[in-house]
């Protein structure tokens, strides 16, 4: 198989000192950013090709 770099983020401490409603904006705008990155196609960027969401966890598995 092939290789892949895999970025954890942690949720909870990404987002710790946020209001509620700074988190949830935050999480909006991290979403945002990783649907994104799944429909660019270029050479000179990273390939995304998966994202696994857990409760404290999100895992970006891109190119090496």
Sequence with gaps: ???RA???????K??????????RRALEKLWREINIM???K??????????FDSRQYIYIVMEL
């Design 38 to 40: 799944r429909q660019v």
């Design 42 to 51: 270029h050479h000179n960027i990273l390939e995304l090709f998966e994202v």
């Design 1 to 3: 198989g092939e290789k």
């Design 14 to 23: 990404q987002f710790e000192n946020e209001s509620v409603a700074g988190q």
């Design 6 to 12: 895999v970025k954890v983020i942690d949720k909870w």
